[in-house]
Every structure is written in structure tokens, then in C-alpha cells.
T-cell receptor
Framework: QQPVQSPQAVILREGEDAVINCSSS?????VHWYRQKHGEAPVFLMI?????EQKGHEKISASFNEKKQQSSLYLTASQLSYSGTYFC?????????????FGKGTKLSVIP | DTGVSQDPRHKITKRGQNVTFRCDPI?????LYWYRQTLGQGPEFLTY????????KSRLLSDRFSAERPKGSFSTLEIQRTEQGDSAMYLC???????????????FGNGTRLTVT
């Protein structure tokens, strides 16, 4: 089951904040966030394992609401280097599977 | 850590031909994944190996696709009788077998772009 990401695209000016959401119709074991710049491979940002857990990576942090099967990625004081497409990947609870399923992505453009 | 290496970077083939791609993972990684990505979409899971064992395969994967990892090191992905719908970027990723919740971050290669004419 592919997770649903929103918004599909967002344009920010440098220094602005953004939130990217990821939701699933199935119970989740973990949520994984990656960023892909144009023409490059996806790069790992963070894994969230427990419900309600927040993890941080520079000025990028995320939360995971296990009960709502949702995760949000928070980008604060955005920089030009944050531009790219952000993907959430999900592992289903109880599936015993390592099939990480990615959403369609959220394209983030940071402009000066 | 020399990164995940994929070869070739680009492949153009005619419909009906067979193609084979190679992936060399990071040396200490024993998990290897193949994904397919089309424009504007996220990576789509194809299959996964732990060492030489192919443990999972997407149910959506046509039987024209086959993957091997004979000695638990490099892997090959073969597509037989290619179709235009197979045109995509084929990404390989590797990871350790341990980590948070038993899952470690995926390290992706730069992919092989397949164009079927």
C-alpha cells in the first residue's frame, strides 16, 4: 500500500518553514524519509520507529503518529540546498517485510 | 565506503530485446534492493536480497524480470523481451542487516536509465 504524501509541491523563499505529510491506510512499523535532488539518487534523511517519536537532522525534523498512521517532515528556516523531492517510505506493522514502499514524493523548491 | 555502483548508466534497447544491469553494493552491506522509478514517481520496490537469498519479490513484478546475487556480493537484474513500459530508471540500493528496528538506511546507486524504443 503506497503512502500518500501532501502537498505534491511547495515553493518557499529562503528562511521559510514547510511541513510535508505522509499518511498510510495500514498500520505502520516505521517511516523513512529520503530526499532526491534532480538527476541524483535518493539520500537518506531519517527513520522513525516509535509512535510520536521525533528525530532531527540539522534543521529538518520529523514526527510519527503511530495511531494516526501519519508522519510529518518539518523543514525550518529553509536553505537553497533543501530543494529537491522528498519521499516517505513505509514499512507495514506485523508484515515481517523489508519492502520499503515509497510515496509519490513532494517537490520542494526554495528560491532566494 | 565507495558507494553503490551501477552499470551501465544508460541503456537504449529495442522492444523485444533482453537487457541486463549490474549493481555492486557497498562491500559490508549484506542487503541489496532493486527499485524502479519513473518520472514524477517514487521508487517502486522490485526485489530484495539478504546475502545471496532473494527474500522478497514484488507481486506486481512480471516474470520477464529476474534478479540474482550469486555470491552475496554484486547483483544482476535481467529483463527479457523488453516492452516500452519497461522504460524507467532502475535503482539499486544496499544496506546493513541491522539497525533501528532491524532496518538500516538504504544507500542508493545513481541508477541505470533504460529506454525501450
Amino acid at each position: 500500500q503506497q503512502p500518500v504524501q501532501s502537498p505534491q509541491a511547495v515553493i518557499l523563499r529562503e528562511g521559510e518553514d514547510a511541513v510535508i505529510n505522509c499518511s498510510s491506510s495500514k498500520a505502520l512499523y516505521s517511516v523513512h524519509w529520503y530526499r532526491q535532488k534532480h538527476g541524483e539518487a535518493p539520500v537518506f534523511l531519517m527513520i522513525l520507529l516509535k509512535g510520536g517519536e521525533q528525530k532531527g537532522h540539522e534543521k529538518i525534523s520529523a514526527s510519527f503518529n503511530e495511531k494516526k498512521q501519519q508522519s510529518s517532515l518539518y523543514l525550518t528556516a529553509s536553505q537553497l540546498s533543501y530543494s529537491g523531492t522528498y519521499f516517505c517510505g513505509t514499512l507495514l506493522a506485523g508484515a515481517g517485510s523489508y519492502q520499503l514502499t515509497f510515496g509519490k514524493g513532494t517537490k520542494l523548491s526554495v528560491i532566494p | 565506503d565507495t558507494g553503490v555502483s551501477q552499470d551501465p548508466r544508460h541503456k537504449i534497447t529495442k522492444r523485444g530485446q533482453n537487457v541486463t544491469f549490474r549493481c555492486d553494493p557497498i562491500s559490508e552491506h549484506n542487503r541489496l534492493y532493486w527499485y524502479r522509478q519513473t518520472l514524477g514517481q517514487g521508487p517502486e520496490f522490485l526485489t530484495y536480497f539478504q546475502n545471496e537469498a532473494q527474500l522478497e519479490k514484488s507481486r506486481l513484478l512480471s516474470d520477464r524480470f529476474s534478479a540474482e546475487r550469486p555470491k552475496g556480493s554484486f547483483s544482476t537484474l535481467e529483463i527479457q523481451r523488453t516492452e516500452q513500459g519497461d522504460s524507467a530508471m532502475y535503482l539499486c540500493a544496499s544496506s546493513r542487516a541491522t539497525g533501528l528496528g532491524g532496518f538500516s538506511p538504504l544507500h542508493f546507486g545513481n541508477g541505470t536509465r533504460l529506454t525501450v524504443t
